[in-house]
Nanobody
Framework: QVQLVESGGGLVQAGGSLRLSCVASGSIFSINAMAWYRQAPGKERELVASITNGGSTDYADSVKGRFTISRDNANNAGYLQMNRLKPEDTAVYYC????????????????WGQGTQVSVSS
């Protein structure tokens, strides 16, 4: 019923920038919060940044001052602007949305995208 599609990943040199996008589609009534997670090889998935429907944001300490999360509520989209990238930012980045369906507005559902690879070379 709901699909999250990420784009914008790729290979970049250290110090460079990338902008990830996430578009949610399907029977969506509203999106409560959106977030970006990442998972590096051999490591657990970790929260990178989150944003509420009111625009409040939170960041992992490792990306504060370098990454910016934003969203476009009208288009059910979320973004992650990543600046001053480091090799340790290399990971698969996943979009996450906590949302309500048009057919079930009293419950919240947690949805994930398929992930997009970000690789930062030194």
């Amino acid at each position: 019923q709901v699909q999250l599609v990420e784009s914008g990943g790729g290979l970049v040199q250290a110090g460079g920038s990338l902008r990830l996008s996430c578009v949610a589609s399907g029977s969506i009534f509203s999106i409560n919060a959106m977030a970006w997670y990442r998972q590096a090889p051999g490591k657990e998935r970790e929260l990178v940044a989150s944003i509420t429907n009111g625009g409040s944001t939170d960041y992992a300490d490792s990306v504060k001052g370098r990454f910016t999360i934003s969203r476009d509520n009208a288009n059910n989209a979320g973004y992650l602007q990543m600046n001053r990238l480091k090799p340790e930012d290399t990971a698969v980045y996943y979009c996450n949305a906590n949302l309500k369906l048009t057919t079930w507005r009293t419950a919240n559902f947690n949805c994930w995208g398929q992930g997009t690879q970000v690789s930062v070379s030194s």
